[in-house]
């Protein structure tokens, strides 16, 4: 079916504005199916505004390849149009550059098991407009770092990478991304310490996202600035072996705060760790997780279970405290209103 001269009838009387916003609430396939119609349909279902909203994904894994293919198709026909594009379990660098060339308008490129070539960071500049870049569980073919400077990217609020991306020839250029509010390092070891301290300073008015892998590379004063992020809903320590009752009871400070994970601790005490999950703004919580956590105790499990309302999902996985013992069988009839509990 090919798109004739004449505007269709109905819908095709509308002015303009109006059959753009009706177009707004189309699916991707209806709307490829408006192209079309006719000409005038088709000029308005091209509009770069339409196709905000969708995120094209191509996969190169066993299964999704029906509509990878279909997905493909409108990577070749329309990718001046597509601004956001996910490509996934692709191995080939030179098929992952082959794909992004064809989409010269991207805000947000999110190559997530895939692995990529040491002149990415370079070939990244094409898009100047990124808002997202998503980097996770990729893999670098060499084994120098990827150097991207991120204040490349003015426009940039969502960064994911994977355990390559930021080193101290390119870490300072986070702190000039003046919309970055969503920051996933949480695979990046050993980053300097005063760093993250200056990045949370930078960022403590406007930082919605926090993933970081911690280590040494937070400390309980790196913990105090992150309880003065009043925008601050999602926090996860992969590592905090370093931090204290101190940087732990600050938490009780955040306002907004809708996740946390905290892993890996046997310094925190009992008593403080009461205090702090005992806290009003930590009881509204969606998400927990205490894995690895040594004074993780019943009586604390108690609490969870009364007083967290809003809670989806729990983690105390390899809780000493818990696994192994008599209370361990409790704990599913406890948590009936939660989806998933991990122990």
């Not at 001269?5 to 819908?11: I, L, V, Y």
């Not at 070939?123 to 997202?132: D, F, G, M, S, T």
């Not at 989806?312 to 818990?322: G, M, N, S, T, V």
């Amino acid at each position: 079916m090919t798109a004739t001269d004449d505007r269709s009838e109905g819908f095709g009387v509308l002015p303009d504005e109006l059959l753009l916003a009706v177009f707004q609430f189309l699916p991707l396939e209806t709307l490829l199916t408006c192209e079309n119609v006719c000409k005038h349909w088709r000029k308005i279902a091209r509009d770069t505004t339409l196709w905000r909203r969708f995120v094209i994904v191509y996969s190169g894994k066993p299964g999704q390849s029906e509509v990878s293919e279909k997905n493909l198709e409108i990577i070749h026909s329309h990718g001046r149009l597509i601004s956001n594009l996910k490509l996934q379990y692709l191995y080939s660098y030179q098929e992952i550059k082959s794909i992004l060339e064809q989409c010269s308008n991207l805000t947000s490129i999110e190559l997530v098991m895939c692995r990529l070539g040491k002149e990415f960071e370079s070939y990244i500049n094409r898009w100047p407009n990124l808002k997202k870049i998503n980097l996770k569980n990729s893999l670098l073919l060499t084994n120098d770092n990827l150097v991207i400077n991120y204040d490349n990217f003015q426009h940039l609020n969502f960064l994911a990478l994977s355990d390559f991306g930021i080193s101290p020839v390119n870490c300072n250029t986070l702190l000039h991304c003046p919309y970055l509010n969503h920051i996933f390092i949480e695979k990046i070891k050993n980053l300097n310490l005063e760093f993250i301290k200056e990045l949370i300073i930078t960022k403590q008015r406007t930082l919605v996202t926090l993933h970081i892998y911690g280590g040494d590379s937070i400390d309980d004063h790196s913990m105090q600035l992150l309880s003065q992020c009043s925008m601050l809903k999602d926090l996860a320590i992969i590592r905090c072996e370093n931090l204290t009752d101190k940087g732990l009871i600050s938490l009780v400070n955040l306002q907004k705060v809708q996740h946390l994970q905290i892993w890996n601790n046997t310094n925190f005490s009992e008593f403080v760790l009461l205090h702090t999950l005992g806290s009003p703004n930590l009881k509204t919580l969606e998400s927990l997780s205490l894995s690895r956590i040594g004074n993780i105790s019943p009586v604390i499990v108690d609490i969870i279970s009364e007083y967290y309302k809003n809670l989806k999902f729990l983690a105390l996985y390899q809780c000493p405290r818990i696994i192994n013992t008599d209370y361990e069988k409790q704990l599913k009839s406890k948590f009936r209103n939660i989806d998933v509990v991990l122990y």
